[in-house]
């Protein structure tokens, strides 16, 4: 028999609405982020988008539900500006990521494209965290994003395997330091992004083919998916802490790229 007391917990269940919340997403114009930036202006949220630059409306129409920011997340002090401009808000997201200008094997990695590599998303992404976390309100969130290659190092990715591993060490430190405002990662697998477009068409159709075959949810991921999962961690009041796997299983499966 279900008793009152469980009733009344049933009913205040956490709300994935995010009506009068302000959601910045560094990173949000393109991509992974820009699922996220939909996911929660769909829930309600009032979104900003921040990256290099900014867009007119006529280049992307499809931006005018977000405000936009510039900020650099490899200079410091843009950083810190951008944050002042945006002001208070509830939910940190951050999405971006450097180009990976330079990956091969580890003797042949010229160390000057590492360490832009290294310091764009490990320190970028500090940097955001260092200049956005106190400005976000009571019962606020921060989240990163890595990839599967944190704990499954591919041949010539070695600054993808350690950088990705930092800011997952960073986020579980962060929740301890930052408590209450909850921390966490999305680790996320292929997801189908213009990312990618630097393969040829055939090679990229190929991959997306492998990933439909092979990976358990039959089919590749969608920024969408990744959207849901940015959802639930900024409205789970009690999940921090932790890296949440968002790969269609890849992590079960023989690489595919
Ligand atoms: N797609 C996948 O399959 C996949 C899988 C696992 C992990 N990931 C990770 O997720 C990241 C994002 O993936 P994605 O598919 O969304 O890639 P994406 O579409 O290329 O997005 C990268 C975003 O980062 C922004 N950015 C780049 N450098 C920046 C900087 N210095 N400061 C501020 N913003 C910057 C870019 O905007 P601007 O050019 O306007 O600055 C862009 O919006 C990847 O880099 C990767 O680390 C992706």
């Known amino acids: ?46 979104v ?31 950083v810190e500006t951008a944050f002042q401009t945006i002001g208070s808000l ?26 832009s590599y290294v310091e764009g998303k490990f320190l970028g992404t500090w940097a955001c965290a260092r200049h956005g976390a106190p400005r976000i309100n009571t019962g606020g969130t921060l989240t990163f994003l890595t990839g599967g290659m944190a704990v499954r190092p591919k041949l010539g990715f070695a600054a993808v395997t350690s950088t990705f591993a930092a800011v997952e060490a960073l986020s579980g430190s962060l929740a301890l330091e930052l408590a209450p405002i909850r921390v966490n990662t999305i680790r996320p697998g292929f997801i189908d992004t213009d990312m990618w477009s630097f393969l040829p068409l055939e090679h990229r159709d190929a991959l997306r083919k492998k990933v439909e075959e092979t990976f358990p949810s039959r089919r590749a991921g969608k920024t969408e998916d990744i959207g849901h999962a940015a ?23 023989p690489s595919v790229s």
């Open 1 to 46: 028999m279900f008793q009152a007391s469980e009733q009344q917990a049933a009913t205040k269940a956490p709300s994935l609405s995010m009506t009068g919340r302000k959601v910045v997403v560094v990173g949000g114009k393109t991509g992974i982020g820009l699922g996220v930036a939909r996911a929660a202006h769909a829930a309600g949220a009032t």
């Open 231 to 253: 959802l639930f961690l900024m409205t789970n009041p009690y999940v921090t802490g932790t890296v949440i796997e968002v790969s269609g299983g890849e992590n079960l499966v």
């Open 90 to 115: 509830d939910h940190l997201i951050i999405t971006a990521a450097p180009d990976l200008g330079t990956w091969g094997a580890f003797m042949d990695a010229d160390m000057r494209g590492v360490r």
């Open 48 to 78: 900003v988008v921040a990256s290099r630059r900014a867009a007119s409306i006529e280049e992307r129409p499809d931006l005018q539900d977000f405000l936009q920011v510039e900020l650099d997340m490899r200079d410091e002090s843009a």
